[in-house]
């Protein structure tokens, strides 16, 4: 199974980008799958979380409002829009999806300028 990640970027502060991730290769069913985030020197923080369907979602407090996690209508596929962004954002984004065991994607840059 692999995750790929993409819709990284430079965006200014206030500005907006929309990450997309799709899993492919072997895996059963529609399961949940997650959006993580790591800043330089932090540790790997959980951003936003969701059911399939978008059954339930999930948000840490730091994004609540201003970003939005959703599933595709294709199995296995996982957006995330970000609105209002700010330089706190900054980081490398990682695509999650979790089948009986964790599955993480490559990674892609947010890079937000004051």
């Known amino acids: 199974v692999q995750l790929q990640a993409s819709g990284g970027g430079l965006v200014q502060a206030g500005g907006s980008l929309r990450l997309s991730c799709a899993a492919s290769?072997?895996?059963?069913?529609?399961?949940?799958m997650a959006w993580y985030r790591q800043a330089p020197g932090k540790q790997r923080e959980l951003v936003g979380r969701a059911a399939p369907n978008n059954s339930s979602t999930n948000y840490a407090d730091s994004v609540k409002g201003r970003f939005t996690i959703s599933r595709g209508n294709t199995k296995n596929t996982v957006y995330l829009q970000m609105n209002s962004l700010k330089p706190e954002d900054t980081g490398i984004y990682y695509c999650?999806?979790?089948?009986?065991?964790?599955?993480w994607g490559q990674g892609t840059q947010v890079t937000v300028s004051s």
């Open positions: 999650y999806l979790f089948r009986g065991r964790a599955y």
């Open positions: 290769g072997y895996i059963l069913g529609d399961n949940i």
